[in-house]
């Protein structure tokens, strides 16, 4: 059974900047993407940046030139680096992981959410 764990949220002011963690473990033959979404209050969840294995990451529009996605392929890991925060940021971010697993089986898990609140 594969696992998603996010952490590194907290409270900020804005301008301020954090920096979110995703740890997959489990039994893992591979990875096909790792995602970062977000849920603002009141609102539906939404995406904000995707990396697919070999490929660069990829932004939505509000998320290009402040938040910077990685991978650390061998700890099955990714991080969302979010600079200049915005009150608007504001929400629950979550990590979703797709890939392989034991016996070759296709798994697709969320984490449970890590708050971000950009306030003053």
């Known amino acids: 059974q594969v696992q998603v764990v996010e952490s590194g949220g907290g409270l900020v002011q804005p301008g301020e900047s954090l920096r979110l963690s995703c740890v997959a473990s489990?039994?893992?033959?591979?990875?096909?993407?790792m995602g970062w979404h977000r849920q603002a209050p009141g609102k539906t969840r939404e995406l904000v940046a995707l990396?697919?294995?070999?490929?660069?990451?990829k932004y939505v529009d509000f998320a290009k030139g402040r938040f910077t996605m990685s991978r650390d392929s061998a700890k099955n890991t990714a991080y969302l680096q979010m600079d200049s925060l915005k009150p608007e940021d504001t929400g629950v971010y979550y990590c979703?992981?797709?890939?392989?697993?034991?016996?070759?089986?296709?798994?697709?898990?969320w984490g449970q959410g890590t708050q971000v609140t950009v306030s003053t």
């Open positions: 489990g039994t893992i033959t591979g990875i096909y993407s």
């Open positions: 990396v697919r294995h070999g490929e660069d990451p």
């Open positions: 979703n992981v797709d890939g392989i697993g034991s016996d070759y089986q296709l798994f697709d898990v």
